[in-house]
């Protein structure tokens, strides 16, 4: 969720060094290297490297893990000679690396020249891996709808679940909140990397609880991976808190060394396990992160140029994916962004096209992964519903300022382009993973236009095919959302009605069923429109 507040004073001049590290990543996804990593495989023992490196002498194979970079320091790590242009390297899978039992499935790889006295030259693109051995291959478990809920949890009204026809829901869950370093009461041990953690039971299994509520009504859920600023063990709060955050509501995860890997890696390999086979739920897809296009706030890593912070966001999504894969083969990992479409720089901020743009960029050098894109197409003013008046920079250009409710044509449009499709073939998924319409009061003119508000965006993303599905976000009014309230029922400690429903409740239950047309017929009036088509544009260049 963006929340504008005075950070302009955080607005600080970016180092030096992170300066000159954007002018090199930038340099690299759009140089065309000599030679090439043509695929990564990766069996149970070992991993299998192929390319074409170019002609000449002392050229070797560089390994590249998710603490380092592209930069000569990273390149020395293990070197291996390559002696024919066409080269098979195999190399074990795991080796002991900096204090861990290192997983190189979550390596790349990248080709380099190596001369006597003189830096690394790196030949080609640093390659992920393109296939894993599964440890299980769970069964597909696809979306039967697009409406659904966020912010999904167990309380006296679960069952909103079942009333509403709710076909998928978002969790959040608190990576560094679920282990410690050291036993505790009530924990349980699990290793990972050849290091131990113990697991809160009671945290885990009321994820369990709630992931298999969901799993047994087919209702596909999406995990959002969040890290607090504080762990729940303080001895690991620098080891999960990104080095260079200074503030916001949560930290990107530390991926600047081994032991940081390492333990932001168990703890999804422990999701990814536990909540593949169905026993204890399903985490179907994970949402990494949130808002990153506004992470001076919502992952933070202090102020950086939109290469760097890229290259972490992309080093933190192909490790979640390359872990979760192993268990699920169906698994999507989405990107969370606002609805600043092309602005951002501005408001301590990066343009989310900008963004996405990149990532595109970054699978076609380093190849493709699934991932997908959860878009929170708010009115541009959270707490004003009337964004089929309000919001006026939100236009059906391909340029557009923002992508809200009113015109989400045009991420739709986005993301339908074969250019940006999943190795060219399939897709990507799109979710509208948060996102709803406020009422100022409970007053019957607000509950009215946020109801409104309801209807315009359900008409809207049921008809474009690029929208896989919506999360209504959130679910009851909460007190710690800045005075919003954007929930289909009301706060739960309501004097007057606990949890109550609100009319955008009753719209959202009868969205996508046969009473949809009667329930939402009032609300043209509220809009000004005389039927619905009249909220449909065509996007333009």
């Avoid at 009321?206 to 991976?225: F, H, M, N, P």
Wanted: net charge negative; glycine share 6%.
């Amino acid at each position: 969720m963006i929340f504008r507040k005075s950070i302009f004073l955080l607005f600080a001049v970016i180092p030096t060094i992170a300066a000159a590290q954007a002018i090199d990543l930038n340099e690299y996804l759009t140089t065309e290297f000599p030679g090439k990593v043509l695929s990564v495989k990766v069996s149970e023992k070992k991993v299998k490297i192929k390319g074409l490196r170019p002609a000449g002498k002392n050229f070797y194979l560089s390994e590249v893990t998710p603490w380092e970079d592209l930069d000569s320091e990273g390149l020395k790590d293990n070197p291996y000679k390559l002696c024919f242009r066409k080269f098979r390297r195999s190399v074990p899978r795991k080796i002991e690396k900096d204090g861990v039992v290192y997983d190189r499935a979550l390596s790349r790889w990248a080709i380099v020249k190596i001369e006597k006295e003189t830096e690394p030259v790196l030949c080609s693109h640093a390659r992920y891996a393109d296939e894993i051995v599964p440890v299980r291959s769970a069964d597909p478990m696809p979306l039967t709808g697009k409406k659904g809920l966020g912010g999904y949890r167990l309380n006296k009204f679960q069952d909103d679940i079942d009333k509403m026809d709710i076909c998928s829901v978002t969790i959040n869950i608190h990576l560094n909140s679920l282990l410690y370093a050291s036993e505790r009461p009530g924990t349980f041990l699990r290793e990972y990397g050849g290091v131990k953690y113990w697991f809160d039971s009671t945290k885990v299994d009321y994820l369990d609880r709630v992931l298999k509520y969901c799993t047994d009504r087919c209702v596909v859920t999406s995990a959002i991976t969040l890290i607090d600023l504080n762990s729940a063990d303080p001895d690991l709060t620098p080891v999960f808190r990104h080095p260079d955050c200074d503030g916001g509501f949560y930290s990107m995860p530390n991926m600047t060394d081994a032991r940081g890997v390492n333990a932001y890696a168990a703890v999804l390999d422990f999701l990814a396990d536990r909540y593949s086979s169905g026993e204890h739920g399903r985490i179907n897809n994970w949402i990494i992160h949130n808002e990153v296009d506004y992470g001076i706030d919502w992952t933070n890593m202090g102020k950086q140029p939109c290469e760097v912070y890229m290259d972490a966001y992309e080093k933190s999504m192909r490790l979640n994916y390359n872990i979760a894969r192993q268990y699920d083969q169906n698994t999507w990992t989405l990107g969370s962004y606002t609805h600043n479409w092309t602005v951002g720089e501005n408001e301590n901020g990066f343009p989310v096209r900008k963004m996405l743009e990149d990532h595109v960029m970054f699978s076609n050098a380093e190849g493709d992964f699934k991932w997908g894109v959860a878009h929170h197409p708010y009115p541009r003013d959270l707490f004003d519903p009337v964004f089929w008046q309000n919001d006026t920079e939100a236009t059906w250009s391909k340029d557009t300022k923002y992508v809200t409710f009113k015109n989400l044509e045009v991420i739709d449009e986005w993301i339908r382009r074969p250019e940006h499709f999943y190795k060219g073939e399939t897709k990507r998924l799109l979710f509208l993973s948060e996102n709803g319409t406020n009422s100022r009061s409970y007053s019957e003119e607000e509950l009215s236009n946020q109801a409104a508000g309801a209807c315009w965006a359900w008409k809207k993303l049921s008809a474009l095919p690029g929208i896989d599905a919506v999360q209504w976000h959130a679910w009851t009014d909460n007190r710690g959302e800045f005075g919003l309230r954007i929930g289909l029922r009301r706060f739960m400690d309501d004097e007057t009605d606990p949890g109550g429903v609100k009319p955008a409740w009753e719209v959202w239950k009868a969205a996508g069923t046969e009473k949809e047309d009667e329930v939402f017929a009032p609300y043209l009036k509220v809009i000004g429109l005389n039927d619905w088509s009249e909220i449909f544009h065509k996007v333009e260049n």
